[in-house]
């Protein structure tokens, strides 16, 4: 599946350094981005219970990811300690630590529908794309941190590069 | 479907507590806080109520609506409960999902942070809101936009309305009293078109009014607009109706008094938001009074001080019309030269 972009998605280097990831936003409301993108995953539950693979929780990021969220402990790739409901099996993770986790995967293919995640995802999100490009599809604001806090982006409906959250909400009030 | 409704749901692990209190409420929020577990306790106790390890304790008639029930069209024949939807339900945008809520006489509790473009025909109030709070072993809703935050607090310079018809024309004659700007934001949509067209208004303390029972599917976006720029702030009362029902002109009225004291449990389905049916009170209650309210055409008795000082009027009360409208906030829009509102205990009302 190609990502298809609206306009040229400039690529982003940081001089002398190693080439680093861009978010890219897609926001559009969810018939809209499944019109787009018929191969995004929306369901983000159903397709990392059928498609998840033990090196996926092997990482630290994944480890600190699903802690910080769900406030469990990776023992193991198929053990983890949840402070509700104690051992439970990856599948009983949350919706936004799905969707996190498969936002990880090397798969450049892989789009995710964002508005899974809640606000406490967000920071996540754009940790992951300081790694790999990443590209996301949101169809609700989401929050990605205090007034003014920096933040790199690229909203793909406008083409807008978003440099901190002041940026992103004047970007999303364009396409809203 | 009328009235608000408690639940307690629990299992071995987990306990959920809360009342659903309108036609239309949404449970949102972070990740990981328990809005899919609820739901999936729901489903296990309707497939089996007694020997699932799930307790329900509750008045109401519930029921949980997925997308096979939606393929099946077993939705279509209830009435008259509750109704819990996760966010995976693809038909959420759709026009017959609006029209199910609209039409059906159910409430729905939605989980989904979507702002649906389809629920935007059917508006929700702000209060219903929620995010699911864990207190002392029980999972809770929380509101995640209380009304305290969203009144005003310093003298504006400039007023946005949402309302283009009467709240509009009152908050102008709010303005040209106090020497400020009033702006019509033509809805919801068009607010944010009128601040960005003024540059967010730079350097200058604006205030945007809008009805609370409807600007569900804005409050985030907005709610972060007074983050970003805090000369701008958000007035929610839950509609303009609804703050001249609760003023002096109609405080002896009996049944005004108890519709506002319970709304929840005054108001039926038959209004799909809490905004139409205030319009409707109002319409009602200023006919009785032998006067009239229109939403198009502002009548000067909610704007104007009496003019009928010697004859019997439902509506006399001495002082500022503006001023008891606006209730305690009515000194953060009086002009700086201008003496206070007097006290409520010196304003008279005939007696019929």
């Known amino acids: ?176 | 479907m009328v009235g608000s409704y408690e639940f307690k749901i629990s299992s071995e692990h987990i306990s959920y507590e809360f009342a659903i209190k309108r036609n239309i409420t949404f449970i949102q929020g972070d990740s990981g806080t328990g809005k899919t577990t609820l739901i999936e306790l729901l489903e296990q106790a309707l497939v089996s109520p007694s020997d699932v390890g799930v307790a329900v304790e509750t008045k109401a008639e519930w029921e949980v609506l997925d997308n096979n029930i939606w393929r099946q069209s077993v939705h279509l024949t209830w009435c008259n409960k509750i109704v819990f939807i996760d966010e995976g339900l693809w038909c959420l945008s759709s026009k017959d999902f609006a029209r199910f809520v609209k039409n059906s006489g159910n409430y729905v509790v939605i989980i989904s942070r979507e702002p649906h473009k389809s629920l935007n025909m059917l508006p929700h109030s702000t209060k219903e809101m929620y995010r699911i709070r864990y207190v002392d072993g029980i999972n809770t809703l929380e509101e995640i936009y209380p009304t305290e935050k969203f009144v005003p607090s310093q003298k504006p310079d400039i007023i946005v309305t949402e309302d283009e018809n009467a709240g509009f024309v009152f908050f102008t004659a709010v303005a040209e009293r106090s020497g400020s700007e009033c702006y019509q934001g033509k809805g919801k949509p068009n607010i944010d078109n009128v601040l960005r067209e003024n540059n967010y208004f730079s350097g200058k303390k604006i205030l945007i009014v809008a009805d609370g029972a409807a600007f569900g599917p804005q409050i985030k976006f907005f709610n972060n607009l007074i983050e970003l720029y805090p000369n701008i702030q958000l007035w929610l009362p839950e509609s303009f109706e609804y703050l001249i029902l609760s003023s002096p002109l109609f405080d002896s009225t009996k049944e005004v008094r108890e519709i506002l004291a319970n709304p929840s449990h005054k108001i039926s389905t038959e209004y799909f938001s809490w905004e139409r049916f205030f319009t409707w009170c109002l319409k009602q209650e200023a006919a009785k009074q032998g006067t009239w309210y229109n939403k198009n055409n502002l009548n000067v008795c909610y704007k104007r001080d009496c003019c009928c000082k010697d004859k019997q009027c439902a509506l006399y009360t001495e002082g500022d019309k503006l001023d008891l409208i606006l209730g305690a906030y009515a000194p953060l829009f009086r002009a700086d030269n201008e003496t206070k509102m007097k006290p409520e205990s010196t304003l008279k009302r005939l007696s019929f």
């Open chain 1, 1 to 176: 599946m190609k990502i298809q972009a609206e306009m040229t998605i400039p690529n982003k280097q940081k001089t002398g350094e190693e080439m680093c990831g861009v978010l890219y936003i897609h926001f559009y409301d969810k018939h809209e981005l499944f019109e787009r993108y018929p191969h995004m995953i929306f369901d983000t539950t159903t397709y990392f219970k059928n498609t998840f693979r033990p090196e996926w929780l092997s990482s630290d990021l994944a480890k600190e990811m699903v802690f910080d969220v769900d406030k469990s402990v990776v023992e193991s790739p198929y053990c983890i300690m949840s402070p509700i409901f104690g051992q439970i099996a990856p599948e009983r993770l949350s919706g936004g630590v799905h969707a996190l986790l498969l936002m990880l995967q090397d798969t450049k293919e892989l789009m995710v529908w964002a508005t899974n995640c809640g606000d406490n995802c967000a920071k996540w999100i754009l940790k992951i794309a300081e790694k790999k490009d990443l590209h996301i599809g949101l169809s609700h604001y989401m929050r990605f941190g205090d007034p003014d806090e920096p933040m790199e982006a690229i909203l793909v409906n406008t083409g807008r590069e978003i440099h901190n959250t002041r940026d992103y909400f004047h970007a999303i009030a364009e396409v809203w």
